[in-house]
């Protein structure tokens, strides 16, 4: 069940927040577009109104209107190949002894089947097998028994994976973090109260200021007023493990996700890229949209020096960067279709060659990665077909060599090109004139972070988690699910 998925949270003083939350919806409109769905507490009462589609369609005026309360959440979900399912569609609610739960969750948990064994085990009834439910009825449990605090910490402690959460409980919103802090989650303050997002971005288009992350295995608590936050530290770890994908590719490039805008890291990369492996060619082009920022690196850093790593003479015009490849922007991303036959297809019609940066030339075609192969063979072929001399490939990425566990579900490992073949045998599946990827050292670098506070498995094949059947590159467990009864004293 694994998800990428955007999520927010909201706590005003006073005002609905039912507005606030549809725009941040819209904001992270990129990270899930299969459901919409926001839950609001009005202090009495809980809402909710979770529909299938893009937050454009599944919310009207009248739906935000039946959203009272100024405290809420908010969630998109991304489809997950194959598979529409309604019952996992957020976020996901439910009223128990101890109030009224509303959970919104970005990741994938390890070991949410044992967990919901147990439960289930003790009475719990489950309605989808999502995980997120497993977390919603972990939480209730504990709320039974000990106070927010505890509560949560008890279920971090028995959850393992990856987990950006927005919660609300009764109308008192929280934002929770897993230990690793593999998913992003940052806080920002409104002029009226406080937001939980998983992008800054969602925080720019509230007019707010980006406060800071939240930290690796911390609980924010937003005050009911809108007036501050408390943070508690429950759960500390020596290392994290930020998905390095996020700033490839999931996030969008206007984001700061942990202290770096996504945009520098990705021309950051493109610089890097050039150094490792520039190929001087007449023009160098992105792929829209996903590889503009990293082309726009790798040709300011061709400007500077040659493929060579000298210093350019004056006289040398160096690598003409060009848009070459025009985008209908009415299609949406090749990865939703669920056959390959369709998303052969869509790539065709998404893109379209600009034939006079193209036509007798040599070129670089530069993108964020390579999953499945399908958009670089189409389109070294396309450029060929209208009149490239050379198509090199330049990817600002390592190969992906392995199937993500922790929410960004790109594919399965019989489906990664990169899984079983050398970077040789792909440049001559693709039909490359010469192919190559970034190293993992330069994602790193790039980032400012240490390799062993990333989350490299897929392009290492070495997870931060304890997976079944995977290598971890790091001592790690999961906690032991037992059938013995919750202790509130711990
Ligand atoms: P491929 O065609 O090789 O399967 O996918 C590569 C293309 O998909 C690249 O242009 C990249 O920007 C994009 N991409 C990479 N990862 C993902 C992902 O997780 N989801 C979606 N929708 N596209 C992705
Ligand atoms: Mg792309």
């Known amino acids: 069940m694994t998800e990428k998925c955007g999520v927010v949270g909201i706590s005003l003083d006073g005002r609905a927040a039912a507005r606030p939350l549809y725009y941040a919806l819209y904001a992270l409109q990129h990270r899930g577009q299969e459901s919409a769905g926001i839950v609001t507490h009005d202090?009495?009462?809980q809402h909710s109104h979770v529909e299938m589609g893009l937050v454009g369609d599944a919310f009207g005026l009248d739906d935000l209107e039946t959203l009272n309360g100024s405290a809420g959440i908010g969630h998109v979900r991304y489809p997950t190949a194959g598979s529409?399912?309604?019952?996992c569609a957020q976020p996901f609610s439910v009223s128990f002894k101890s109030g009224s739960l509303g959970l919104s969750h970005n990741g994938n948990l390890v070991n949410a089947d044992e967990i919901r064994d147990e439960l289930a085990g003790k009475g719990h009834a489950f309605t989808s097998d999502g995980d997120t439910e497993v977390i919603a009825h972990d939480l209730a449990r504990n709320l039974l028994e000990e106070d927010l605090i505890r509560a949560v910490k008890r279920t971090m402690q028995r959850i393992h994976g990856s987990y950006a959460l927005t919660i609300t409980h009764d109308d008192t919103v929280l934002g929770v973090r897993d230990p690793q802090g593999n998913r992003p989650l940052c806080i920002g303050k409104l002029?009226?109260?406080?937001?939980?997002?998983?992008?800054?971005?969602?925080?720019?288009t509230l007019d707010g200021e980006l406060v800071r992350d939240v930290r690796?295995?911390?609980l924010v608590v937003l005050h009911d007023d809108g007036q501050g936050f408390d943070s508690y530290q429950l759960i500390e770890t020596e290392s994290t493990a930020h998905c390095f994908f996020e700033h490839v590719y999931f996030a969008r490039p206007d984001s700061v996700i942990d202290g770096s805008l996504v945009y520098e890291v990705r021309?950051?990369?493109?610089r890097k890229l050039w150094e490792e492996s520039g190929v001087e060619t007449d023009v160098v082009m992105p792929v829209p949209d996903s590889g503009r920022a990293f082309a726009?690196?790798?040709a300011e850093a061709a400007g500077e020096t040659t493929a060579d790593g000298e210093p350019r003479d004056e006289d040398d015009e160096g690598v003409e960067f060009a848009e070459g490849l025009m985008k209908n922007r009415y299609v949406g991303r090749t990865f939703i279709m669920p056959t390959q036959d369709e998303r052969e297809r869509a790539v065709r019609l998404k893109l379209n060659p600009i034939r006079s940066t193209v036509e007798g030339k040599t070129v670089t075609l530069i993108d964020d990665s390579i999953v499945r192969g399908t958009t670089s063979?189409?389109?070294v072929q396309l450029l060929k077909d209208s009149g490239a001399e050379e198509v090199h490939m330049r990817i600002g990425a390592p190969p992906i060599v392995a199937p993500c566990y922790m929410g960004i579900d790109m594919a399965t490992r019989e489906e990664l090109i990169a899984a079983d073949k050398s970077v040789e045998e792909i440049r001559d599946e693709i039909a490359a004139d010469s192919l190559a990827y970034l190293?993992?050292?330069?994602?790193?670098?790039?980032?400012?972070?240490?390799r062993a506070d990333l989350c490299l498995g897929c392009v290492t094949g070495e997870y931060p988690y304890d997976i079944d059947g995977e290598e971890t590159d790091r001592e790690v467990s999961r906690p032991e699910i037992d059938q013995s009864p919750v202790h509130a004293d711990d």
Request: aromatic fraction near 6%; hydrophobic fraction near 35%; charge should be negative.
């Open 377 to 379: 063979t189409q389109l």
């Open 84 to 87: 529409v399912d309604t019952s």
């Open 439 to 450: 190293s993992t050292d330069a994602v790193a670098d790039a980032l400012e972070s240490d």
């Open 267 to 270: 021309r950051e990369l493109g």
């Open 191 to 204: 002029e009226d109260g406080y937001v939980l997002a998983s992008e800054s971005a969602a925080i720019d």
């Open 43 to 45: 202090g009495f009462q």
């Open 216 to 218: 690796p295995g911390e």
């Open 296 to 298: 726009s690196g790798y």
